[in-house]
Nanobody, 126 residues
Framework: QVQLVESGGGLVQAGGSLTLSCAAS????????MGWFRQAPGKEREFVAA????????YYADSVKGRFTISRDDAKNMVYLQMNSLKPEDTAVYSC???????????????????WGQGTQVTVSS
């Protein structure tokens, strides 16, 4: 298991930017593909972005492609989500997820992710 703690959420106006961070501890971080998911009130959790164990092959939901960037720093056991050009529909609780030895696409589609953070609220005002 790996423990995940998100930070960086907050209130921002439409068109603004935020960077979310996820700190990992426990098992070997480099063994894990990492991802971000979000859940808006009354909606199911949805995939946002994922990155491979090597830091390559970033994979994005169509709704955030070109606006969000996922990255990782294995020296610090951190994964980041840079969010630009935010829209009110981006409002949600954003959670970090980790799964070992899978591709970013597999992480995006997984229904059995075993490692989740507690989430951080992002609110985008119009």
């Amino acid at each position: 298991q790996v423990q995940l703690v998100e930070s960086g959420g907050g209130l921002v106006q439409a068109g603004g930017s935020l960077t979310l961070s996820c700190a990992a501890s426990g098992r070997t971080f480099s063994n894990y593909a990492m991802g971000w998911f979000r859940q808006a009130p009354g909606k199911e959790r949805e995939f946002v972005a994922a990155i491979s164990r090597s830091g390559g092959s970033p994979y994005y939901a169509d709704s955030v492609k070109g606006r969000f960037t996922i990255s990782r720093d294995d020296a610090k056991n951190m994964v980041y989500l840079q969010m630009n050009s935010l829209k009110p529909e981006d409002t949600a609780v954003y959670s970090c997820a980790a799964e070992s030895y899978v591709t970013p696409r597999n992480l995006a589609a997984s229904r059995s992710i075993g490692n989740w953070g507690q989430g951080t609220q992002v609110t985008v005002s119009s």
